[in-house]
């Protein structure tokens, strides 16, 4: 092949090339927004861990998915980054003898947490057990009838922010880890899905998306924080945080707020006068499994 | 009465040309045999493609898996490859340090056995993620991220371990493969395969500097290979053993998956050499005295694993634990809603090796064959009922729940086999299966006198006797 043809062949097959590029670009025939869409995902695809973000990155990336919320689904959203206040440890204390079994709970935390409506997830289950003994082995959470039913008592389950949790240290890429003020929380964007710690849980606390999480547009709750519940993505894990865009600003979490009778208190540990220190010091309390060594903060008690 | 001086461990074979003759012509033209079932392994990796595009596109969903049987096929499948793989590095390294040299003929395909193993396994924690396009999260890389992985996952160890033994058996075979690249590409005259080989040899010329360095490179990889045999299934088996579901959380666990990797291996590679002998011709190469030697390991290390099993079963009574909730998985694999994986388990593992006592059965090639496709089946299913029994039957009875795979599951299960077969296939065809230089170590050296008839009886000085060799006093040839 002489010269000008080699160059020829060259120069055609790099005007192919291009045009083969431009046609394959992600950008390529898509409108200003899908445009401006594409490329903050491009970007947030970059980040890093958010335990290592500085403040500026925080806020950049939660400018980017807001934005992105905007443009997905057209709604305005807030993720707020609040860390843990100094000197709160949040416990979480359930009256097994309060319970009926309402399970207004679970609807709340549906709610607020913009759960996957799609496949049914839930943090909370409530159990209907027999009276008389804690049997987790009869232990019904499906029930479909009146409640309280006769000779039954409601134990409720969601995650127990363990102080000792055997779901951290079997995460490979660090997607999980628990905040100072004791609540286990999961980097959606850092998971990649490997559901060890799903295997590691003993209270199986943790859920997985096994598809795209479907949550109606009008129904999103627009209140949230970036380790909470803002919206997951396929193929995570995600877990109850005591909602944590609610009890870092001071609310009661979406559970201990709907329940109408009282069975569920939530405060901090570290607090003499708060309503879970006089539980615990004035009730007699169990917790879940302890022979395990997971340490939960979450006490059961009777009246 | 003439002497003929014969190899100790492959008698059959007595002259170097037979194996240059017989090794290299399986390296000739592929019949339409071979085609077919190389077509056949590529469609297979077609499905194990489809299988997992539809997985990434539809959401990992698709695959059976549910709550709480977050782990089911896909590492099943992973652990029986990694097994699988073991074996290889046995043969070609252990066997090599304690000098067993029965080895040289089978310890090549066995070790492209292991490397191919290794490469099926690897992609299955990946193809198990939620999010598998970041599985290279897992590497220890200093990344933008400014994040290293979790040293404290087992998951992590487990990326360490498989990647290691990647490395070191690729590079352990290919070492081993110089010599008899280089005798290959001087005998080919195909372009493009003269053009391989040529890359492969590395410049070999087979001048005596070079052997000396081949062999002490030879001697110190097979060193560092060695732990691997027991380091790698050990970490394997930490996955589980670390975490505390009943059932996983159990001390044997690392011997116990060592002894089974190395029972499911040797068993594979007998699977894998009956066919190869009989289509190639190699009968004087893989002889019922290497069938029946490995059969003993087989049996051996199927000892332990009966020993494993039976200690589960100990532990469930002396612990005196109730087992419907604090079950060894081994009671729920006999009772719960997989007793049929639990009886597969059973009898391929536990029973149908015990055939093995017998000599006769051990050379019995064809007998040998169906016993470790049984074991094979055994074992994988083995894996099954430890991840997916104990899984299914955790702590909170509410939620157990019986596990029945996915198509995409079944689909990729299948695709592995064949994505494996499709490198051995090609394996075959391409490198040489059998080591020739190796074996001609433990072949008698040609010489003159060997192919004369000697008037009388024969000298006693002058023949060297290297290892492995000896005289015998033929008559039939007398």
Sequence with gaps: ?303 | MPTVIRSETHPEIQKYEDVNRDVLSILGRPGRAYYLLLALCIAGVGLLAFSFFAQVYLGIGLAGLMNPVMWGVYITTFVFWVGIAHSGTLISAILFLFRARWRQSIYRAAEAMTVFAVMTAGLFPIIHLGRPQLFYWLMPYPNQRELWPNFTSPLVWDVFAISTYLIVSATFFALGLIPDIAAARDATTVPWRKRLYTVLALGWRGSGRQWLHFNRAYLYLAALATPLVISVHSVVSWDFAMSIVPGWHSTIFAPYFVAGAIFSGLAMVITLLIPIRTIFGLEAYFTPRHFDAMSKLVLFTGIIVLYAYLTELFMVWYSGRSYKLEGQYIIAALTGNYWWAGAIMLICNAVVPQLLWSKKIRRNLPALFVITIFINIGMWFERYVIIVASLAREYMPWQWNVYKPGWVEMGILVGSFAWFGMWFLLFLRLLPAVSVAELKEVLPAPRRWGRLRQPSAPRDTGIPQGPGQRRVEDEEEG
């Excluded at chain 1, 590029?21 to 890093?48: M, N």
């Excluded at chain 1, 207004?104 to 496949?119: F, G, I, K, S």
């Excluded at chain 1, 628990?178 to 590691?200: F, H, K, L, S, T």
């Excluded at chain 1, 006089?278 to 979450?298: A, I, M, S």
Aim: hydrophobic share 35%; proline share 6%; net charge neutral.
């Design chain 1, 1 to 303: 092949m002489d010269r000008r043809r080699a160059l020829r062949t060259m120069a055609g097959a790099a005007a192919a090339g291009s045009q083969l590029a431009a046609a394959c670009s992600p950008l390529s025939g898509a409108t200003e927004g899908e445009r401006e869409a594409r490329v903050l995902e491009w970007e947030e695809y970059f980040k890093g861990n958010f335990a290592l973000m500085s403040d500026e990155e925080k806020a950049a990336t939660v400018r980017r998915l807001e934005r992105l919320a905007q443009l997905r689904r057209g709604i305005d959203t807030h993720i707020s980054t609040t860390e843990a206040q100094p000197g709160v440890l949040f416990g979480y204390a359930f009256n097994i003898s309060k319970c009926m079994g309402f399970r207004n709970c679970v609807e709340a935390c549906v709610q607020e947490n913009n759960l996957d409506r799609a496949t049914g997830t839930h943090y909370i289950r409530i159990f209907e057990l027999e009276d008389g003994v804690i049997n987790l082995d009869y232990a019904d959470a499906t029930f479909h009838h009146q409640v309280p039913a006769q000779g039954h008592f409601y134990l409720g389950t969601q995650c127990f922010q363990c102080a000792n949790p055997p779901c951290v240290p079997v995460c490979p890429v660090r997607a999980t880890w628990q905040e100072p003020d004791g609540i286990v929380v999961v980097d959606y964007d850092w998971c990649i899905g490997c559901r060890y710690c799903m295997a590691a849980c003993p209270y199986w606390a943790r859920r997985f998306n096994w598809a795209e999480p479907q949550v109606p547009g009008d129904e999103l709750n627009p209140n949230q924080h970036y380790l909470g519940n803002r919206p997951r993505k396929s193929g995570v894990v995600e877990k109850c945080t005591y909602c944590i865009q609610r009890s870092r600003e001071g609310r009661l979490p979406a559970c201990a707020e709907a329940c109408p009778t009282g069975a569920r208190v939530f405060g901090n540990l570290l607090d003499p006068d708060s309503e879970i220190r006089w539980v615990l010091e004035n009730k007699r309390v169990f917790r879940l499994k302890e022979d395990l060594y997971t340490q939960p903060r979450f006490w059961y008690f009777t009246d």
